[in-house]
């Protein structure tokens, strides 16, 4: 067992968003080191879905269906479950939704973000929060050169501008309100793109690969040549772990702050190299290209040298190891449904072992 893992065992946790696609990886993750995990969150929006499939309610110590915006909810839900740690994933994830309601996203990225960071300095047994945000907090500069947690925040679309608000409001309570409240420990993590089985969200390249594939449908996409910092759903939930672990035992010297989670692999790809590698691994459908006018960054890479040399977060799994166990899970369900949950726990213990 990793070092970060024995920090985090039998610690009772509240995870915000384990409805959705990456807190549902996590909570895996939580489970299998023992954790007592409290789940907060919306109901799936997709058919089919990860909780669904993985049979989500009998997972949790305790399981609500309710809005992070809801905070008197949140407050009563939080002192219940007790935690020591707080993930909160819980957010409007979608950059293209974004632009059609702006509100929702930012009373959800914003507002839901300081509900969920004013209940944790309220609750006494709160040790360590990780507020999950995204590569996309960074002013776009469309450099090749990589952001660094230093570099400026900004955000031209409203997903962005929402999370780098977030930011600013986890800053707040790392730097002035937890120290008014029970002293919790916050930092937050920039997700690179995240790519893995059981994701169904809508304009996610992955997923809409896949509803291409199962339609006969053409996979329609705005720009093949754009430059994300893939990474798999478990890297992710590594660099979260991690980051909660570090916050426990107090060892950076810089404990309250920001990390980049993303790909260690150094080698840029781009979304027509990602649909290349899937077709190497299923079947392949036809792809059409329909710009978008809508404004959307075509370069984002993460500099994880921060993330890497201070808490020790490396992916064990390339690019092309990403991909390969993508399209290996998403194969398992179409062929035998009820096998897609064995699926996801043999791939976090293969990840775990490559550790």
Sequence with gaps: MAEFEQSLRNQPVF??????????????WLNALNCSVAGYSLAPETTPNLFSILEGANRYAQHDIANITDHTRLKKAMEAAQPSVVFHLAAQPLVRRSFRDPLETFASNVLGTASVLEAARSVASVKAVVCITTDKVYENRESPDPYNEDDRLGGKDPYSA??????????????????????????????????????????????????????????????PGAIRPWQHVLSAC????????????????????????GPTDPTPVSVGEIIELLGQHSARPEVVVEPSHLTEANILK??????????????PWTTEETVRRTAEWYAAYYEQPLEAAAMLSNQLEDYRNAL
């Design 302 to 315: 993460l500099d994880t040298n921060k993330a890497a040399t201070r808490l020790g977060v490396r992916s």
């Design 238 to 261: 590594h660099g979260y772990l991690a980051i909660a672990a570090d916050l426990l035992n107090q060892k950076s010297a810089d404990i309250s702050t920001s990390w980049n989670i």
């Design 15 to 28: 995870l915000t968003g384990h409805t959705g696609f990456t807190g549902g990886w996590l909570a895996e």
């Design 162 to 223: 929402s999370k780098a608000c977030a930011e600013l409001v986890a800053s707040c309570y790392q730097q002035t309100m937890t120290g008014l409240g029970n002293g919790a420990r916050i930092a937050t993590a920039r997700g690179g793109n995240i790519i893995g089985g059981g994701d169904w969200s809508e304009d996610r390249i992955v997923p809409d690969y896949y509803r291409a594939l199962t339609s006969g449908h053409a996979l329609k996409i705005r720009n």
